[in-house]
């Protein structure tokens, strides 16, 4: 009898060890997912300087101004793109919309430039750009 109970004991102790370690891992994998819902940003730089850090989970459109030169920024559905600019060869509103940081969206022209920030994920890539 005293064998049984020992060995009852034992195996609570074991499922209970068991249902804290699920509980745990479930809080820690919880945590993690809600942390990725605020979602990547997007730096916009004028002339090599950074103007405005944007959220990508948030529809919005402005304008970036720089002297006589100007691009409309949209972003929606995550995305965020060059909709209008008054330079010449409309290269930036042609590149379309973005959510990666491989490849930012440039305005050479009117010196600007949009790099999407990734947060911690590591992308391996052959070169760098």
């Known amino acids: 009898m005293k064998n049984t109970k020992k060995i009852l004991t034992s195996n609570i102790l074991w499922i ?6 699920a509980v745990v891992s479930i809080c820690v994998i919880l945590i993690k997912f809600s ?11 004028s002339d090599n ?4 850090t944007v959220i990508l989970n948030k529809d919005d459109e402005f304008t970036v101004e720089n002297g ?9 559905n995550g995305k965020i793109s060059v909709v209008e600019a008054n330079c010449k060869n409309q290269i930036c509103v042609k590149q379309g919309e973005t ?7 440039v ?11 990734d947060g911690d994920k590591k992308i391996d890539i052959d070169a760098e750009l």
């Not at 209970?16 to 370690?21: A, E, V």
């Not at 942390?35 to 730089?45: L, P, Q, S």
């Not at 959510?99 to 969206?105: A, E, F, Y």
């Not at 305005?107 to 920030?117: S, Y």
């Open 107 to 117: 305005c050479v022209p009117n010196g600007l430039v949009i790099k999407v920030d």
């Open 35 to 45: 942390e990725n819902k605020t979602g990547k940003t997007a730096k916009i730089y």
């Open 16 to 21: 209970s060890l068991f249902t804290l370690l």
């Open 99 to 105: 959510d990666r940081s491989l490849l930012p969206i």
């Open 68 to 76: 006589d030169n100007y691009n409309i920024v949209r972003i929606k």
């Open 49 to 52: 300087k950074l103007v405005r």
